[in-house]
């Protein structure tokens, strides 16, 4: 009968390439404990630990923490759970991925704007990024409250596209801060007014207008929330005095009677 081979914890580091002191670290979590020498207590690992570890490692690779791969391969049902917990983790990475994407798309598209622009107001670059960033959200809300094929028609926009109404709303954004406090029928204003309208007409088409007429006034609220403004409340209310004042002078809304 063979005798059971047995490695001290440098000739295990050595075979293992693990270094001692993640060694020592694996022991004291409970992860990967060796038997000790019955006199002088040092740490005796075997072929089976360097199974154990194989195991370790390669859960570490697909990114489970060291407390769930301890869970996992303590587990007497480990190798029939293992396929369930890899999948489980495959949806996490593929999460991971979706929110890396979309941070790499708002980073490629902040710096060509940046690039393009030169200086932009943070407050109006932040809120550029937020729409980028919480994309999935408003595409959910608004099919939930219009259809997927609104939703489509505005967010499957070329890049280019994108970036050039991008370019436009910092511009509009820029503008209004600019002219806040203005009166509303001041040329200028109602010149602002004007391009606001026809780049709104240019990223909304006629049917996503159709549909978000429909919607009632709390929904509004919550669509406004899931876009939020780059203005400050009393430049959003002057604002909309201004489209107001636009939208009567040009037959588009009948004025409020009281």
Not at 64 to 91: G, V
């Amino acid at each position: 009968m063979n005798k059971k081979p047995y490695y001290s914890i440098g000739e295990f580091s050595e075979k293992t390439g693990t270094t001692i002191r993640t060694l020592h670290y694996y022991d004291e979590i409970g992860l990967l404990k060796p038997e000790k020498h019955p006199s002088s207590g040092h740490r005796l690992y075997t072929d089976q630990d360097v199974l154990t570890l194989q195991k370790i490692v390669s859960l570490k690779f697909l990114g489970y923490s060291l407390e769930e791969i301890c869970k996992m391969i303590n587990e007497p049902s480990f190798d029939l759970s293992l396929k369930e917990t890899l999948q489980i983790q495959r949806k996490a990475f593929e999460e991971k991925k979706e929110h890396i994407e979309r941070v790499l798309k708002a980073i490629d598209r902040t710096i060509t704007l940046l690039e393009e622009e030169g200086e932009v107001d943070s407050t109006i670059l932040m809120s550029l990024i937020h729409n980028i960033q919480t994309e999935k959200e408003q595409r959910q809300w608004l099919e939930q409250h219009t259809s997927k094929e609104v939703v489509d028609e505005l967010f499957n926009k070329p890049e280019e596209e994108m970036i050039a109404l991008d370019k436009e709303f910092i511009h509009l954004s820029k503008e209004v801060k600019r002219l806040a406090g203005k009166p509303v029928h001041d040329p200028e204003v109602q010149e602002l007014v004007e391009k606001y309208m026809k780049v709104a007409l240019e990223f909304v088409s006629e049917e996503a207008a159709k549909a978000f007429s429909g919607l009632d006034e709390t929904e509004i609220e919550e669509l406004k929330n899931k876009f939020p403004s780059p203005h400050t409340k009393e430049e959003d209310e002057w604002f909309q005095q201004a489209i107001e004042y636009y939208m009567i002078k040009n037959g588009m809304h009948e004025p409020n009677v009281d």
